[in-house]
């Protein structure tokens, strides 16, 4: 007679099933019952704070298109993590949450470590939240956890559980299910949209993350293509979802409503497609749509459709959206393309630090090999990037979904794992700013601890320059806590294990960045920057 199977037992083989063997966190002592006897078959990704541990992972599920587990310390790792929650949450990245808790039987007396409002505490920056009622649940929670995070809008979720649980019987093998990860569009109402789109005589495209997101790269070209009309990127996208250097691509929307106003007048249609209605930051007043415009607006989430201002909306997948429309929409033969946009972007040759980040992306342009994926997290260096470092592949650029900084770092880790674990070699640029590369710098240690293919180049320009062009268009003088002078990153880097380089030309660069390129590990680059304040409106 055999013995019986715990719930640990149990629900290790399920989330063998699932595909689920990678776990990131950082481990605490109400979590030590799940973590005990780890299986070889198992990777735990140790991050040295939660939030770290959290955007690794964000980025790990985004590389490799499957479900991450990422386990968290009770209520305190918890809220280190909902930071980087909170990008996960708007980039749609299926993750499973756990936390662990105190033991059920002293959960009365709300003990130390005890998370009272467990189930409370991530929302709304979850789309599922659950305790299971008992131990023995612990499997079948797992298993509706993984269905409600890759349902589509996918989204992370959050599962807290008791410290007891996972020594208690189970109830037997778990139940393994399968979930549609895809919702088609309305075919009657996708119809009405192409005899809407076949009808326009100015018609301009905007593709959002989403389209990259659902694997609808090539698809999103052939619609533009056969629509021959200017196709825009939506502002701040955390995934760049169309060629830039094709010659439709008419650049990123504004940043604000009236900018947007400005960018469709003349367009008697605006086709927005896996992106916001719009994607707006700082407020300068406007009109959402110019008079004599429409807008048309596909997207896999009820909630970005609901939120719109303006325009006729469309639920399903975006990819499959994309295929059908191409197939459905007439174009008038004498429609003639958009003229090829033109980069503003200027050459300075070789210079001395600090230099322009016009300069330091230009150089980075002649050493970054074609099949370098970018993290992006320096807000106020995004045209010269766009100008110098154009994304022109699928599944290459990364951002953070959120808006908030410290995602950069650690998401830079995650991709590279999430790389290695789907075979592909290819090395990793992440462009961030000083001032973020300080709220995750921890993350570096991971880098330098599983030897990842990482070139991070740190803008240090010694401020928040995003911050004072906000207090410029806000007429906020005189705002404290905007400059970082004193700041070694380069010896930081160093002591957590990585390889670092104080870059003082655009020579140095140049050199400096192929050698990292054959280096067994990460290295940092800290190159100073001469500050400049972007246009926010």
Known sequence: MTDQQTVHDVTFDLLRKLGLTTVFGNPGSTEQTFLQNWPDDFEYVLALQEASAVAMADAFSQATGKPALVNLHTAAGTGNGIGSLVAAYRANTPLIITAGQQTREMSLIDPYLNNPDATEMPKPWVKWSYEPARGEDVPAAFMQAYAMAMQAPKGPVFLSIPLDDWDKPALGTAVVRQVSEKVAPDVQRLSAFAERISAARTPMLVLGPEVDRAGGWDAGIAFAEKLRAPVYASALSDRVSFPETHPLYAGPLGLTIADVEQQIRGHDLVIVIGAPVFRYYPYVAGQYLPEGSELLHITSDPHVAGVAPVGDSLIGDVAVALTQLTDMIRVPDDRQPPQPLVRTGRSEGPVQAPMSSNALYETLSTVKPDDAA????????????????????????????????????????????????????????????????????????????????????????????????????????????????????????????????????????????????????????????????????
């Not at 320096?378 to 979904?401: E, K, V």
């Not at 062009?469 to 070694?488: H, I």
């Open 374 to 537: 970018v993290v992006m997290e320096s807000t106020s260096t995004l045209l010269d990037l766009f100008n110098w470092l154009p994304t022109t592949r699928t599944g290459s650029f990364y951002a953070t979904g959120s808006g908030g900084i410290g995602w950069g770092l650690p998401a830079a880790v995650g991709l590279a794992l999430g790389d290695r674990a789907r075979g592909v070699h290819r090395p990793i640029v992440a462009t961030i700013g000083d001032g973020s590369f300080q709220y995750s710098i921890q993350a570096l240690w991971t880098a330098a601890q599983h030897k990842l293919p990482i070139v991070f180049v740190v803008l240090r320009n010694g401020e928040y320059a995003i911050l004072k062009s906000f207090a410029e268009l806000e007429e906020t003088p005189n705002v404290p806590g905007l400059n970082l002078p004193g700041l070694d990153i380069a010896s930081v880097a160093r002591g957590f294990g990585c390889r670092a380089v104080d870059v003082d030309s655009t020579d140095m660069l140049a050199e400096q960045f192929k050698t990292s390129l054959d280096a067994d590990g990460p290295t940092v680059l800290v190159v100073p920057t001469i500050p400049q304040l972007p246009r926010l409106g």
